[in-house]
């Protein structure tokens, strides 16, 4: 099975802020890689799919970038609504595999 | 609107059986690929299995976790999509969410239901 391991596991920053999450697979997945938001209680968000492609109706402040083994995912200029959990998802093989999470709290 | 509702959770004991349902609307399911993804409680994210659409013959895979325990099937015809869960265990306790993929050189969730609480205990 691909590992896929997030860092850092939770962070703190401020609205305004850039932030950065990594995501790296133990092989390479090529660009198969999503990343999902999630706030307490509700489903998961998709955000990123092909590892850099925003989905419809996603902010423009969020990117995604990489290829291979690592990857990450920015928030730029970090608003309210964005304090919520990330996690990344390989699709390159079965089983699918997700990262262990992100939490992205305010300072 | 696209929107996936996940019914048919509960409490239920080791050992026994639960059928999951996701009623799919706001698009055509037979067009589609879905997954379920669970969640145990204060955990992250865990892939359980995949239908594929009429065009691949309704193929299934599943995660080594639940293989020979759970089956994912659909009905087309009633937008529905179910996980069918035998010899239910302890660890299987998760809110279990159905989700859409969509093709894009890959496929890729793009829509989540909200999910079903499934609780194992005796």
């Known amino acids: 099975d691909i590992q896929m391991t997030q860092s850092p596991s939770s962070l703190s920053a401020s609205v305004g802020d850039r932030v950065t999450i990594t995501c790296r697979a133990s092989?390479?997945?090529?660009?198969?890689l999503a990343w999902f938001q999630q706030k307490p209680g509700k489903a998961p968000k998709s955000l990123i799919y092909?590892?850099?492609s925003l989905q419809s109706g996603v902010p423009s402040r969020f990117s995604g970038s990489g290829s291979g083994t690592d990857f990450t995912l920015t928030i730029n200029k970090l608003q309210p609504e964005d304090f919520a959990t990330y996690y990344c998802q390989q699709h390159n093989s079965y089983p699918l595999t997700f990262g262990g999470g992100t939490r992205v709290e305010i300072k | 609107e696209v929107q996936l509702v996940e019914s048919g959770g509960g409490l239920v004991q080791p050992g026994g059986s639960l059928r999951l349902s996701c009623a799919a609307s706001?698009?055509?399911?037979?067009?589609?690929?879905m997954d379920w993804v669970r969640q145990a409680p204060g955990k992250g994210l865990e892939w359980v299995g995949r239908?594929?659409?009429?065009?691949?013959?309704?193929?299934?895979e599943y995660a080594a976790s639940v293989r020979g325990r759970f089956t994912v099937s659909r009905d087309d015809s009633k937008s529905s999509v179910y996980l069918q869960m035998n010899s239910l265990k302890t660890e299987d306790t998760a809110v279990y969410h159905c989700?859409?993929?969509?093709?894009?050189?890959?496929?890729?969730?793009?829509?989540w239901g909200r999910g079903t609480l499934v609780t194992v205990s005796s």
């Open positions: 092989q390479g997945i090529s660009n198969y």
């Open positions: 989700a859409r993929l969509l093709y894009s050189s890959g496929y890729y969730v793009d829509y």
């Open positions: 706001g698009f055509r399911l037979s067009d589609h690929y």
């Open positions: 092909a590892a850099s």
């Open positions: 239908t594929r659409n009429k065009r691949y013959n309704y193929t299934t």
